[in-house]
């Protein structure tokens, strides 16, 4: 349900519960931020990538790639605005 949460705080509680010590919460959070599409939330999710647990490093990676896609469609999409305006 937080992925879905249109508030900009919400990325930050997700961070945090990215950190938590059961790897199912962690694990859900990581994808809840993917989900979430906000790229400034890459920073943490690449902090997960040599997590202990499997199923959180696929997770990780899993959502470095979807924000990674994100960012790079916010950019293309901020050149083409540019270039309308010009």
């Not at 809840?32 to 599409?37: E, F, K, M, P, S």
């Not at 906000?38 to 997960?48: F, G, I, K, M, N």
Request: net charge positive.
């Amino acid at each position: 349900m937080l992925a879905d949460d249109p508030d900009p705080a919400t990325t930050k509680v997700l961070e945090a519960a990215a950190g938590d010590k059961s790897w199912i919460v962690r694990a859900a959070a990581l994808e809840a931020l993917a989900r979430r599409g906000d790229p400034s939330a890459l920073d943490t999710v690449e902090l997960y990538l040599l997590d202990e647990k499997d199923v959180v490093r696929y997770t990780a990676a899993a959502s470095a790639l979807r924000l990674m896609r994100s960012k790079e469609a916010k950019s293309e999409a901020r050149k083409l605005r540019q270039r309308e305006m010009k």
